[in-house]
């Protein structure tokens, strides 16, 4: 059995930056075992899995080397980019997916953007722990936990230079990860992020789109701007554009095919 097999920088348009992720297109599920072996025996921060559920969805699941993930923005982002270059749209320039962390949408826009909607992620304001704070190195102005943990602090400088502790990160509670946030102190960008996800097996995340699901929220409370630009200050990371409506929040970037083949069962 062969499986197309693709590698994506996704969040980018050019080689060596954005998120690179791996990207399988299925005839058929396979068992969730099977799908973990792939993502394990490719060692991707990420590998994408994809079936056609109908002819107007796609089934989506998403792997680190460890684990099944709940959600994943830049996953979803190359996803829809192999689709739309693999001949898959007919006509159409937009996909939906269906998940285990809800429906998302990713659409083809002027220039070859895409444009990734999701749920509006919901966080609670939390006191900052021991262990959180000694992983990071720092201690956060601001915490809130939902599906990650979010630290906001009152400097780029300050989330530019933490190097984090993953063996203290891995344990804590629940959360998927932890993201770090400032406001930009270069006026090209409204805030700055990185991510950190030791659990998933991911220590720092290069380009990440689900967290702002809880970003885009937050900056919009405390800018009050619907439309803002991000940087992740990891060493691949690039600039987002995203933004908010009533019910989602959306972000744009662009996706690089680096590599096609085939994987052999």
Same mark, same amino acid.
């Given at each position: 059995?062969k499986?197309?097999y693709?590698? %994506?920088? $996704?969040?980018?348009?050019?080689s060596?930056?954005?998120?690179? *992720?791996?990207v399988?297109?299925?005839e058929?599920?396979?068992? *969730?075992?099977?799908? /973990?072996?792939?993502?394990?025996?490719?060692?991707?921060?990420?590998? %994408?899995? !994809?079936?056609?559920?109908?002819?107007?969805?796609?089934?989506?699941?998403?792997?680190?080397?460890?684990? @099944?993930?709940? !959600?994943?923005?830049?996953?979803?982002?190359?996803? $829809?980019?192999?689709?739309?270059? &693999?001949?898959?749209?007919?006509?159409?320039?937009?996909?939906?997916?269906?998940?285990?962390?809800?429906?998302?949408?990713?659409?083809?826009?002027? @220039?070859?953007?895409?444009?990734?909607?999701?749920?509006?992620?919901?966080?609670?304001?939390?006191?900052?722990?021991?262990?959180?704070?000694?992983?990071?190195?720092?201690?956060?102005?601001?915490?809130?936990?939902?599906?990650?943990?979010?630290? %906001?602090?009152?400097? &780029?400088s300050?989330?530019?230079?933490? /190097?984090?502790?993953?063996? !203290?990160?891995?344990?804590?509670?629940?959360a998927?990860?932890?993201?770090? *946030? $400032?406001?930009?102190?270069? +006026?090209?960008?409204?805030?700055?992020?990185?991510f950190? +996800? #030791?659990?998933?097996?991911?220590?720092?995340? @290069?380009?990440?789109?689900?967290?702002?699901?809880?970003? =885009? #929220?937050?900056?919009?409370?405390k800018?009050?701007?619907?439309?803002?630009?991000?940087?992740?200050?990891? #060493?691949?990371?690039?600039? =987002?554009?995203?933004?908010i &409506? &009533?019910?989602? =929040?959306?972000? @744009?970037?662009? $996706?690089?095919?680096?590599?096609?083949?085939?994987?052999?069962?």
């Amino acid at each position: 059995m062969k499986v197309p097999y693709y590698i %994506v920088n $996704a969040f980018s348009k050019i080689s060596f930056s954005g998120n690179p *992720t791996g990207v399988c297109i299925l005839e058929d599920w396979l068992s *969730t075992d099977d799908l /973990q072996k792939i993502a394990s025996q490719t060692q991707m921060a990420e590998t %994408v899995f !994809l079936f056609p559920s109908d002819s107007k969805q796609w089934s989506i699941r998403w792997f680190s080397p460890l684990v @099944e993930k709940d !959600l994943s923005g830049h996953g979803t982002l190359a996803a $829809a980019h192999i689709l739309l270059e &693999e001949g898959f749209s007919d006509g159409n320039q937009a996909f939906n997916f269906s998940s285990c962390g809800g429906r998302l949408k990713v659409e083809k826009r002027t @220039e070859g953007i895409l444009r990734l909607e999701m749920d509006i992620l919901k966080a609670r304001s939390c006191v900052a722990s021991p262990l959180l704070v000694e992983g990071l190195g720092a201690y956060p102005d601001e915490t809130f936990v939902g599906m990650d943990c979010l630290c %906001v602090f009152s400097d &780029e400088s300050i989330v530019r230079e933490l /190097q984090p502790e993953p063996r !203290l990160l891995k344990r804590i509670g629940s959360a998927r990860g932890i993201i770090v *946030t $400032a406001k930009s102190y270069d +006026s090209k960008f409204d805030y700055v992020t990185r991510f950190f +996800s #030791p659990r998933l097996g991911v220590d720092e995340d @290069e380009v990440t789109g689900s967290i702002h699901g809880l970003l =885009v #929220p937050y900056w919009f409370k405390k800018l009050g701007k619907v439309e803002m630009r991000s940087k992740q200050l990891s #060493p691949r990371g690039t600039s =987002v554009i995203c933004g908010i &409506e &009533e019910s989602f =929040v959306w972000i @744009e970037g662009y $996706a690089d095919t680096f590599l096609r083949g085939e994987i052999t069962l």
